[in-house]
């Protein structure tokens, strides 16, 4: 082997090596039941972005957290689900009327928590921040690489107060509403294909530039109690709260807040 393939070996090791030693801190850093999580998200910076909400829901980060694959299946056929189902149905029908020719695409899946890893390691707005967040993290401490890593304490502290300059566009993994089917996405089709979908890009040129945004607010308003929204942070015109305890009639009304990113 020659010099250079050794010294790019060990360089690589050596970075390698690195990004293992933060990825084993930071899960350790972890509150239950992130660190499960925290593990399956790729790289250190990604890892500091989810940690950060993490550790921001304080006590309430169990009670958000997205169902198992057990629960997601308990779901499947209940009367909870059924009665999302047919609130979904009633604002599809409702935007049907007023909208010609226009329909309503909606996924009523619970998204599971590999799905959110999945979108969270691959995701362009969580990359960026990312980065942002772990320039600034090893620059706060003064991490070169070499130096120990800071006490558990003082990066926790940290973190919380860290305040990103780009949002990323999806909350961390295990923290979206829609583990839990408290939130649903209404995307506008027409002759089977989506016009306006789920994309952050769409906002102004589609959502906004069309109306749908208002179009499916009203349909909303006028059919859907269960749903309150849409997402403001980060701005989302698709994306709606569903409460089940109105849909329900439950005696026990949730008070929960809307879903964000964070």
Avoid: C
């Amino acid at each position: 082997m020659t010099l250079p393939a050794v010294l790019l070996l060990a360089v690589t090791g050596h970075g390698r090596a690195q990004s293992d030693d933060v990825s084993a801190y930071l899960s350790d850093l972890a509150p239950p039941p992130a660190a499960r999580a925290l593990e399956a998200i790729d790289g250190p910076g990604r890892k500091l972005l989810a940690l950060r909400s993490y550790l921001r829901a304080g006590p309430g980060l169990a009670g958000r957290w997205s169902w198992t694959e057990a629960e997601i299946r308990a779901f499947q056929g209940s009367p909870e689900q059924k009665a999302m189902l047919a609130a979904v149905a009633a604002v599809k029908a409702r935007f049907a009327e007023d909208n010609p020719g226009y329909e309503l695409y909606v996924n009523t899946r619970i998204r599971s928590l590999d799905v959110q890893i999945g979108r969270w390691n691959e995701n362009g707005s969580v990359e960026q921040a990312a980065g942002d967040i772990y320039a600034a993290w090893t620059d706060a401490f003064g991490l070169d690489g070499d130096g120990p890593m800071p006490d558990f304490e003082a990066s926790a502290a940290w973190l919380k107060s860290y305040r990103p300059p780009e949002r990323a566009h999806v909350a961390a993994p295990g923290l979206t509403a829609h583990g839990q089917g408290h939130a649903i996405d209404f995307q506008v089709m027409k002759d089977g294909t989506i016009i306006a979908g789920a994309d952050s890009g769409q906002v102004e040129t589609v959502w906004r530039a069309d109306g749908w945004d208002r179009k499916l607010k009203q349909a909303m308003d006028a059919a859907g109690p269960s749903f309150s929204g849409p997402l403001t942070s980060p701005d989302e015109p698709w994306h709606y709260s569903y409460d089940p305890d109105i849909a329900t009639g439950s005696d026990r009304h949730r008070s929960e807040p809307a879903a964000t990113a964070e």
